[in-house]
């Protein structure tokens, strides 16, 4: 009863949400289309409207920029509760869009909402799905182009809110060579909506607008930026679920790519997995991203050590250490996984990618651990989060330590996780 009546509030958030075939993360704090949440909303949506999970990858696409990149924001209507908006990121787009990126969830969500139109018998879906798949490959070129292009077999984001986690203690030491100085006057409206010692601190914000003015200065250009990046990180999450994107592209491509296609598919996936596999360090039972500027390890516990598990399949010895480290961080917490562990001098519960939980990233463990055979552990994160979502609602996140909903609230991606997940148990 209680999740049936919590299914309906999940559909009322995406409805509510809605602005005209794509959703909003929240009114106001959030008001445009953003990237990775646009993916796992769109898996929410497939849950029970299939043609507008379909049409949520769809407008996104509005925004792909020729090169393939698919931008973290597009902005199809003017709001001004957000800061920083077109005018700051200055690109060319027809559709005014920021000029980064995010996670590429969107081949998982492909794939998903493929499966689904196959189980609903969705009318149209093989022309869809084919178009979007085109554009899912180009937006993969792009990634190994101009964020790999060493050929480490890892991908480098070069902002830290390409990350999807924004204000991850992971790029503490990085993001602190930053200067902090912008060309461009900083008018913040994030803390005007929510309770800012929850947010970014000011300086932050500073360093993450000089990045997006010297990427400006590049005209956006994908080498001039890779030249004169003062951040530039190879991202182990951004990684994993870029391999696992392409693992499911793959899949995707026995009916509705070409043999080249297939081919260079399959390369990539093995180039990223290469890459993976070295990232791996056993005396911290987890993966580690790597600092391309000064070459250090990035060893800061953060989720992003967890992610791989999407993507790769561990050996009998990695994955005992694994789901042991996901265990000890689970420990004495009211909900689990956070996104930074008690024992990090970083940990912050209630403060944006430095301890709290988000329910994506609990969806993406938990399926990296049932691809991993970890089934008891990843049924247990699933329920977590499911419990969390129906004690305090569909908030952005939650305090670990006492599963107080945090953030922005009527949140689009805790809704859809809700109703991915809760059809789990
Ligand atoms: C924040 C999160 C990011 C998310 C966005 C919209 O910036 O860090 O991951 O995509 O909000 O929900």
């Known amino acids: 009863m209680k999740k049936l009546r919590m299914e309906e509030a999940a559909h009322a958030i995406l409805a509510r949400n809605d602005r005209g075939g794509y959703t909003v993360p929240t009114d106001r704090l959030y008001p445009f289309q953003w990237n990775w949440d646009s993916a796992f909303v769109a898996m929410g949506f497939a849950t029970f409207n299939v043609d507008r999970a379909y049409r949520e990858l769809e407008r996104l696409i509005e925004g792909q920029w020729d090169n393939g990149m698919i931008p973290h924001i597009v902005f199809h209507a003017p709001s001004d509760t957000y800061f920083p908006g077109p005018d700051v990121w200055g690109t060319r787009h027809r559709i005014p869009t920021s000029g980064i990126t995010q996670p590429p969830v969107f081949g998982m969500a492909l794939r998903h909402v493929h499966e689904a139109a196959l189980a609903s018998g969705e009318a149209g879906a093989e022309v869809r799905t084919r178009a979007l798949f085109q554009a899912a490959l180009r937006s993969h070129r792009w990634w190994l182009a101009a964020r790999d292009p060493k050929g480490l077999g890892l991908v480098a984001i070069l902002h830290p809110w390409e990350s999807g986690s924004d204000n991850s203690p992971a790029w503490d030491e990085a993001l602190a060579r930053v200067p902090t100085t912008t060309t461009t006057t900083i008018r913040r409206k994030d803390t005007g909506h929510v309770d800012a010692s929850m947010r970014p601190r000011d300086e932050d914000y500073q360093r993450f607008i000089h990045l997006v003015d010297?990427?400006?200065?590049?005209?956006?250009?994908?080498?001039?930026?890779?030249?004169?990046?003062?951040?530039?990180?190879?991202?182990?999450?951004?990684?994993?679920?870029?391999?696992r994107a392409t693992a499911d592209l793959m899949h995707l491509a026995e009916t509705f790519g070409s043999e080249e296609d297939r081919g260079e598919l399959a390369q990539m996936h093995r180039r990223l997995l290469d890459g993976l596999a070295r990232r791996w360090r056993l005396d911290l039972s987890r993966f580690v991203s790597l600092d391309l500027i000064s070459g250090a390890d990035i060893e800061a516990p953060t989720q992003a050590g967890f992610i791989p598990l999407v993507a790769v399949t561990l050996d009998d010895g990695q994955k005992?250490?694994?789901?042991?480290?996901?265990?000890?961080?689970?420990?004495?917490?009211?909900?689990?996984?956070?996104?930074?562990?008690?024992?990090?001098?970083?940990f912050e519960p209630k403060r944006y990618w430095r301890g709290p939980v988000w329910a994506v990233i609990n969806w993406l463990i938990a399926d990296g651990l049932r691809l991993n055979g970890a089934e008891d552990l990843a049924r247990r994160i699933e329920q977590v989060t499911v419990q969390a979502i129906e004690n305090a609602g569909f908030c952005e996140y939650f305090d670990p330590t006492t599963g107080e909903g945090l953030g922005g609230d009527t949140f689009s991606w805790t809704a859809a996780a809700y109703l991915v997940l809760g059809r789990r148990r």
């Open 320 to 346: 005992s250490a694994l789901t042991a480290e996901i265990e000890r961080w689970l420990d004495g917490m009211v909900v689990g996984v956070p996104s930074a562990p008690r024992f990090s001098p970083a």
């Open 214 to 243: 010297v990427y400006r200065e590049c005209d956006w250009d994908p080498t001039r930026q890779w030249a004169k990046a003062p951040f530039k990180v190879a991202d182990v999450q951004m990684t994993a679920i870029l391999a």
